[in-house]
């Protein structure tokens, strides 16, 4: 009985690696499709934001360019009333029966004719504003209307490489829905985790050259035997990733490299030669 048991846990745990192994590589093959559309969703995404933004400056300009016109129209209706009023003073300066009446009518006239002036000065300078605001908005038209050929152009070009590989990432997207029901949440929430904090999207690898397959760090000899017996999941003590044996997937480990032996050199001999035997003496 405790024998079955502990057959039930080792398949388990060997179909679930065989799940998450089989998904991360759907997701592999969706992430080299989204590679080949390169940067174009992200030039899309920055030009629709950029026309967003031209748009909203062109609002703002016309509403300053809308508050200048008012506050011009109001400055000419205040000069209009003024010299209505400067009108009406100089038909009672006619009238006065007294120098007093007459310093006060004067002082009036001079008041409105004060505020004609600096009426005028307003609207002189609302006027060059709304000159300037009009080459503003004249400029934010040119740029919208750039972008938005631009903006259609790019449009059509991700298209053309989007209904190319529509169907093929369609049906891996419907493998990847189905290949998830097999997996329990905790293990689908952790694959996910890992795959998202993974530089290169790899939640799960496999042990290569006696080094995972991800952060290529060693493995010690214990621990790519916990991997090989396939009794719980086991991640890598650096990157956290997610270990599996190569031959419960179907991959063969390539052999480490052994070391080159070192070179040795021979080394010549410094002994010195013997001296030349001296010629025997005549009798």
Do not use: W
Not at 18 to 46: A, C
């Amino acid at each position: 009985m405790a024998t079955e048991k502990k057959n039930d846990i080792e398949r388990s745990v060997e179909e679930r690696l065989n799940n998450l192994f089989q998904l991360q590589t759907y997701l592999s093959e969706i992430d080299r499709i989204k590679t080949l559309r390169g940067e174009l969703p992200n030039e899309v995404k920055d030009l629709e934001d950029e026309i967003v933004r031209y748009q909203t400056r062109l609002d703002k300009y016309q509403e300053e360019i809308k508050g200048l016109r008012e506050f011009v129209a109001q400055k000419k209706g205040e000069i209009a009333d003024r010299k209505a009023k400067i009108e009406k003073y100089d038909e009672q300066i006619n009238n006065v029966r007294n120098n007093r009446e007459f310093a006060f009518l004067e002082k009036e006239k001079e008041f409105e004719g004060l505020e004609i002036e600096l009426a005028e000065k307003n609207i002189r300078e609302a006027n060059e504003k709304l000159e300037v605001k009009t080459q503003e908005v004249e400029r934010a038209k040119e740029g919208l209307t750039d972008n938005q050929h631009i903006l259609e152009d790019k449009k059509k070009e991700l298209e053309a490489i989007v209904s190319e590989t529509r169907v093929e990432e369609e049906n891996i997207r419907g493998q990847v829905k189905e290949l998830e029901q097999k997996i329990d949440d905790y293990t689908l929430a952790a694959f996910k985790r890992i795959r998202k904090n993974a530089r290169n999207g790899l939640a799960i690898v496999t042990v290569q050259r006696d080094a995972c397959g991800g952060c290529f760090n060693r493995i010690p000899p214990q621990r790519q035997l916990e991997i090989k017996m396939h009794r719980k999941v086991i991640v890598c003590e650096y990157c956290g990733r997610i270990m599996v044996d190569g031959a419960l997937v179907g991959i063969t480990p390539e052999p480490a490299k052994e070391a080159p032996a070192p070179k040795t050199t021979r080394r010549k001999s410094t002994k010195a030669a013997p001296a030349p035997e001296a010629p025997a003496a005549e009798a």
